[in-house]
């Protein structure tokens, strides 16, 4: 497996079978997709090829509509690869890439970068300046530029239920449950611990106040949620919460404090990966610090319950 960021540096590939997108989330939709490239190069004794864009197109050609991601970059490549594609390009998704002719991303693209025996790709399937080309296109070259066209069925993607704007709907509710459901794994980020205020510690639930590896991916909504937290190799339980902490401070700063129950030890800069598996409450303000400590021993007792039965 390879993969490759220049794509006027490509090695020829073996008969490819490629698909296409953006694929953010990498969820069971795209695993539909995902199946059938790798088992159709296996067929024609090919590679297989997957193309996606860096940054999302939507950024460049939406820039006044915020989006958050589900899986920043290294995630998704990693999710990618290990869903058995040979070889994967991040092709940089600028203006003049963009401003591609549909004929131009046929013709000057695929065929002349790729050279591919089949192309992949879904029902919806659109690019090309102002989305103008589709699958209807890509079978009209087919013929003179040596390839077969297969298009995966919007039956086989709706039974998935799947898409990556519900996945990133359930998140930013709270519904980390069903976006789990919709991911085929719990939802997950990365971030580095940095000091806090220390409150946590002196009532007995000393927290890693997190700060997200990347600060374009999709952070839950706020409130209190069971996790298990990933570090040096180890997995622990724990709950943790999204909030501006109204108890205890009148700042709207957003904190992502995890509270690990087995851990003893400085995770000060160190890294951990959050894997989200249930929302337990809302965010609350308490009337006082006791309050929120007798509070914390509820949420302990319902996240270990969740956990357990997971």
């Not at 690869?81 to 998704?93: C, K, L, R």
């Not at 013709?107 to 790729?114: A, G, N, P, Q």
């Not at 709270?174 to 990365?190: C, N, Q």
Request: one cysteine or more; glycine letters at 8%.
């Amino acid at each position: 497996m390879a993969i490759f960021y220049d794509t006027n540096n490509l090695p020829a590939f073996k008969n490819p079978v490629i698909t296409i997108g953006t694929f953010d989330g990498v969820h069971l939709g795209h695993h539909v997709i995902l199946q059938q490239v790798v088992a159709h190069a296996k067929e024609v004794k090919g590679e297989s090829v997957l193309l996606t864009f860096e940054p999302h197109p939507r950024k460049l050609l939406f820039p006044d509509q915020p989006l958050k991601l589900i899986t920043p970059l290294q995630q998704k490549l990693g999710l990618i690869t290990s869903a058995g594609i040979d070889h994967v390009i991040v092709v940089p998704f600028t203006r003049d890439f963009a401003n591609l002719s549909a004929e131009e991303y046929i013709l000057d693209f695929l065929v002349k970068k790729f050279s591919p025996n089949s192309i992949i790709i879904g029902y919806d399937h659109q690019f090309g300046h102002d989305r103008r080309g589709n699958i209807k296109l890509l079978e009209a070259h087919a013929g003179d530029c040596n390839y077969r066209v297969y298009e995966i069925s919007a039956q086989l993607i709706d039974e998935a239920a799947v898409s990556s704007t519900k996945i990133r709907h359930a998140l930013q509710d709270g519904h980390v449950k069903e976006a789990a459901h919709m991911l085929g794994r719990p939802y997950s980020i990365k971030g580095k611990v940095v000091k806090g205020a220390q409150l946590g510690r002196t009532i007995g639930y000393p927290t890693a106040n997190i700060q997200p590896s990347d600060p374009e991916q999709l952070v839950p909504a706020n409130g209190v949620y069971a996790i298990r937290a990933e570090y040096d190799g180890r997995i622990y339980d724990g709950m943790l919460n999204i909030g501006v902490r109204p108890t205890v401070s009148k700042e709207l700063t957003l904190h992502i404090e995890a509270n690990l129950f087995d851990f003893t030890g400085d995770l000060y800069d160190h890294e951990l990966e959050i894997s989200f598996i249930d929302r337990l409450r809302n965010e609350e303000k308490f009337p006082s610090i006791d309050a929120l400590k007798e509070q914390l021993g509820k949420d302990k007792v319902a996240a270990q319950k969740v956990l357990g039965a997971s």
